[in-house]
C-alpha cells in the first residue's frame, strides 16, 4: 500500500520543471500525494501546527500527519535501525 502525504501549498506544486521531478520521485517511491490548498481550513489548521510546534514557515511543506518537513524526500527515507547490544 502506497504512502500517503500531504502536501500544503500556495501554487500548484506538481507543475513545471520541479513539479515534474516530484511526481518522478512519488511515482518511484510509491507515495500517494493529497494536495491541500492553504487557503482550505484544513490546509489552515497545518500550517498553524508547522509554524508553532515545527518552525516551517515555507510553503509547500509535507507531512503524514506526524513528522513535517519541506522536502518530500524525508518522507521516503526508512528509520534507522537501532542497534542491540551483546548479552
Given at each position: 500500500m502506497a504512502?500517503?502525504?500531504i502536501c500544503v501549498y500556495q501554487d500548484c506544486v506538481l507543475c513545471?520543471?520541479?513539479?515534474?521531478?516530484?511526481?518522478q520521485f512519488i511515482e518511484n517511491k510509491k507515495i500517494n500525494i493529497k494536495k491541500v490548498s492553504f487557503a482550505s481550513d484544513e490546509g489552515k489548521d497545518l500550517i498553524n501546527k508547522a509554524v508553532f510546534e515545527h518552525d516551517i514557515k515555507t510553503m509547500p511543506f509535507y507531512t503524514d500527519g506526524e513528522n513535517f518537513s519541506t522536502s518530500i524526500e524525508d518522507f521516503a527515507k526508512k528509520p534507522k535501525n537501532k542497534k542491540r547490544g551483546r548479552k
Open positions: 504512502k500517503e502525504i513545471g520543471d520541479r513539479g515534474k521531478k516530484i511526481k
